[in-house]
């Protein structure tokens, strides 16, 4: 099993402005995951990352939006760019072990005002 | 187009209980693995049970169990001995193999999600 550490927990930002979630792994691995989950929604993928190439992304999200940095194998940031009161949601990082099981972070809940 | 759906958006139980939570999925692949997850008002997800579909064999672990149903696509959850602890949102996830022009990945659909409610 993987334990992902993510921050921060929570915010509240004002329209307009970014907001960057880290994400840290305890172990290497090669692809990270980010997901977002809308109030009262499932989880969507926004995109993967890999290692020392750029992010994959889903339909329906753009770099521009939402830039993904990954420095390293256990370490991952996504930044929610020019920040909507529909940005307002949970995201969550991701990672798949040897047995392909998924492991999630904390979560960091955002709200736009 | 693979996707998950969960038909339920609700249930409860009492506690000590049995129930089953629906899930049925839409793939032309023969090779995947199929996933119930856990998130509690808490929001971590949590991994319940899982399930390669090149097996016959229902997975199961402790109170929950699975019974998968390869041709008609289903993936349903039992939860055995309902505790006050299992009251959480459960997502049934499918996982596939994604082949994009520079990377390939492993990527995971979930279901709309299943509100259950285990009542004392």
């Known amino acids: 099993s993987a334990v992902i550490s993510q921050k921060p927990s929570r915010d509240i930002c004002q329209r307009g402005t970014s907001l960057t979630i880290q994400c840290q792994v305890d172990s290497q691995v090669t692809m990270m995951f980010w997901y977002r989950q809308q109030p009262g929604q499932s989880l969507t993928l926004i995109a993967t990352a890999n290692q020392g190439s750029e992010a994959t992304y889903e339909s329906g999200f753009v770099i521009d939006k939402f830039p993904i940095s990954r420095p390293n194998l256990t370490f991952s940031t996504l930044t929610v760019s020019n920040m909507s009161p529909e940005d307002s949601s949970i995201y969550l990082c991701?990672?798949?072990?040897?047995?392909?099981?998924?492991?999630f972070g904390q979560g960091t809940r955002l709200t736009v005002v | 187009a693979q996707t998950v759906t969960q038909s339920q958006p609700e249930m409860s139980v009492q506690e000590a209980e049995t129930v089953t939570l629906s899930c049925t999925y839409d793939?032309?692949?023969?090779?995947?693995?199929l996933f119930w997850y856990k998130q509690p008002p808490s929001r971590q997800m949590i991994l319940v049970i899982r399930?390669?579909?090149?097996?016959?064999q229902n997975a199961t672990e402790n109170r929950f169990s699975v019974n998968f149903q390869k041709a008609a696509k289903s993936f349903s959850l039992k939860i055995s001995d309902s505790q006050l602890g299992d009251t959480a949102m459960y997502f049934c996830a499918f996982m596939k193999h994604v082949k994009r022009m520079k990377t390939s990945y492993d990527k995971v659909i979930f279901g709309p999600g299943t509100s259950l409610s285990v009542i004392p």
């Open positions: 991701s990672v798949l072990d040897r047995r392909e099981e998924a492991f």
């Open positions: 399930q390669e579909a090149y097996k016959q």
């Open positions: 793939t032309s692949e023969s090779n995947y693995y």
